[in-house]
């Protein structure tokens, strides 16, 4: 079941039109990466402490399910931003490109639906599953002491299932790089983990690996990011309200996103190289990141 799901998420990405731009056929993601995580890995429990009380466990998920179950495994991909949308948002330097927006929009619709497919697909199985973002339970918690968070980030769940680590501007930085979508889905088939082979929850970011690099800071238009981290705030402010305000209309979304910060960076298709390995050596392997 483990190839036949990741070989399914794959062949979905590949082939589903509804991965692919109206005008000319062209995908909005390429060839995603996927990785498990167990369930009751403790990290899920970290998270309470990490994001918040809030921020909700797979099997607290699965208790909220009619009847009741016990969660085995949380199935998380990344879907990386084709090159030639990547290509054109290097180019923009206050709003981002048309195809980034479009992607955001349309692409994130992609993304919803490849949740119910393989949530679908595990029931056919005789397995049951729910996609967390997707779960009538999942809330946004606007003003929480770490900022604006949800009862399921993506992301962690995604560190949790070993696709990557955080950045300075707290996106997933995969051996793919930092320019994705991510989803995930929980279910009661056990799978093995994927292992999580980075050194610590931020070591693939150079900034954090070895104080160098921090070339996203430069890419905000509006200084949301500095030596210090990610205004949550400032971001949001200028991603949901300034940008589709500006933009919107003329590209023909409500969402667009923004992808400056994960465009013209070193990290944008791969984990850069440095001095230090990102590799796991070190005690601080496997430490909780931050929200």
């Not at 949380?74 to 709003?95: D, H, K, M």
């Not at 991510?182 to 279910?187: A, F, K, Y």
């Not at 921090?214 to 030596?227: D, H, K, N």
Request: charged share 20%; proline share 8%.
């Amino acid at each position: 079941m483990r190839d036949a799901l990741r070989g399914m998420i794959e062949r979905l990405v590949r082939d589903d039109q509804g991965n692919r731009f109206a005008e000319n056929g062209a995908p909005y993601f390429t060839e995603p990466l996927v990785g498990f995580a167990s369930a009751d890995d403790p990290l899920f429990t970290q998270y309470k402490s990490v994001i918040g009380t809030f921020h909700l466990t797979p099997a607290e998920l699965a208790q909220r399910e009619i009847p009741p179950w016990q969660p085995a495994t949380v199935i998380c991909w990344a879907l990386p931003v084709s090159e030639e949308t990547r290509r054109g948002n290097r180019a923009e330097t206050t709003y981002p490109s048309r195809a980034w927006a479009q992607t955001r929009q349309h692409g994130e619709a992609f993304n919803a639906s490849l949740r119910r497919q393989v949530v679908q697909f595990l029931v056919d199985a005789g397995y049951r599953a729910f996609a967390p973002q997707l779960h009538p339970a999942w809330r946004e918690y606007p003003d929480s002491p770490v900022g604006i968070a949800s009862s399921w980030s993506e992301r962690h769940a995604a560190y949790a299932a070993g696709l990557g680590t955080f950045s300075l501007n707290d996106a997933l930085i995969t051996p793919r790089g930092i320019a994705h979508r991510l989803g995930s889905v929980v279910t009661d088939l056990a799978i093995e983990p994927t292992e999580r082979p980075w050194s610590d929850h931020r070591s693939n970011c150079l900034w954090y690996r070895e104080g160098s690099c921090g070339a996203c800071i430069g890419r905000c238009p509006v200084g949301a990011l500095t030596r210090e981290g990610h205004d949550k705030g400032i971001c949001r402010g200028y991603v949901y309200g300034a940008v589709p305000e500006a933009v919107g209309e003329r590209y023909g979304v409500t969402s667009t996103g923004c992808g400056l910060c994960q465009t013209k960076v070193p990290c944008e298709d791969r984990i850069p190289a440095g001095k230090v390995s990102p590799l796991a050596g070190n005690p601080a392997a496997g430490a909780s990141p931050a929200p």
